[in-house]
């Protein structure tokens, strides 16, 4: 028996309790409201989950890439950097670095990508899992994890349905997205 002293912890409630999910569409609702305008957080799976704190490394790649991309692809893509992505209808992740259609985007977050970056400092597990297998599910045809720590990035490459297990490629590397071969960088200028 719980005493006020000894509060339940949220494990020992979904043990018992079956959570409410949410939609994307009742998610967009609440951000219109302003429920989460000083919150971090992105809907994944249909739950509301709290996204890590970014460190100084993690923040250096998103700078980085967000600038080279820009230069590299003018208008042929748009680069969005930490804003909604819809996935599913559960699921509007916001990930690190995404190039999506050139247009704009101000009555609908897009659905389509043609690379998706994540940046991994202390997610890199959470990356490689659940947003790997969302965007496979969503069909993000390329999508990369920058692992800061190991300073390298991962590759992976929609063929069928799924990816195609990764091809990492280390500091003495150069890449390029699929869709964009002309906008080729050095993994090496990632990690300073």
């Given at each position: 028996?719980?005493?006020?002293?000894?509060?339940?912890?949220?494990?020992?409630?979904?043990?018992?309790?079956?959570?409410?999910?949410?939609?994307?569409?009742?998610?967009?609702?609440?951000?219109?409201?302003?429920?989460?305008?000083?919150?971090?957080?992105?809907?994944?799976?249909?739950?509301?989950?709290?996204?890590?704190?970014?460190?100084?490394?993690?923040?250096?790649?998103?700078?980085?890439?967000?600038?080279?991309?820009?230069?590299?692809?003018?208008?042929?893509?748009?680069?969005?950097?930490?804003?909604?992505?819809?996935?599913?209808?559960?699921?509007?992740?916001?990930?690190?670095?995404?190039?999506?259609?050139?247009?704009?985007?101000?009555?609908?977050?897009?659905?389509?990508?043609?690379?998706?970056?994540?940046?991994?400092?202390?997610?890199?597990?959470?990356?490689?899992?659940?947003?790997?297998?969302?965007?496979?599910?969503?069909?993000?045809?390329?999508?990369?994890?920058?692992?800061?720590?190991?300073c390298a990035v991962e590759?992976?490459?929609?063929?069928?349905?799924?990816?195609?297990?990764?091809?990492?490629?280390?500091?003495?590397?150069?890449?390029?997205?699929?869709?964009?071969?002309?906008?080729?960088?050095s993994v090496a200028e990632?990690?300073?």
């Open positions: 028996m719980l005493t006020s002293a000894e509060p339940m912890q949220a494990h020992e409630v979904l043990s018992h309790a079956r959570p409410r999910l949410m939609s994307r569409a009742e998610y967009d609702r609440l951000v219109d409201e302003g429920l989460f305008a000083r919150e971090r957080v992105e809907l994944i799976r249909g739950l509301v989950v709290e996204m890590s704190p970014i460190g100084t490394h993690h923040a250096d790649a998103i700078d980085f890439l967000n600038r080279f991309f820009v230069r590299a692809l003018g208008d042929e893509a748009v680069v969005r950097v930490q804003l909604s992505f819809v996935a599913s209808d559960d699921s509007e992740p916001q990930p690190d670095l995404a190039l999506v259609p050139a247009r704009r985007y101000a009555t609908e977050h897009p659905a389509q990508a043609f690379l998706i970056v994540e940046v991994a400092d202390t997610s890199l597990n959470h990356d490689r899992e659940t947003k790997r297998r969302l965007y496979e599910e969503s069909g993000v045809p390329e999508y990369w994890i920058v692992d800061v720590r190991g590759v992976y490459v929609l063929e069928g349905n799924g990816y195609r297990d990764a091809l990492r490629f280390g500091r003495e590397q150069r890449l390029a997205p699929q869709a964009f071969p002309q906008a080729e960088l990632l990690f300073p």
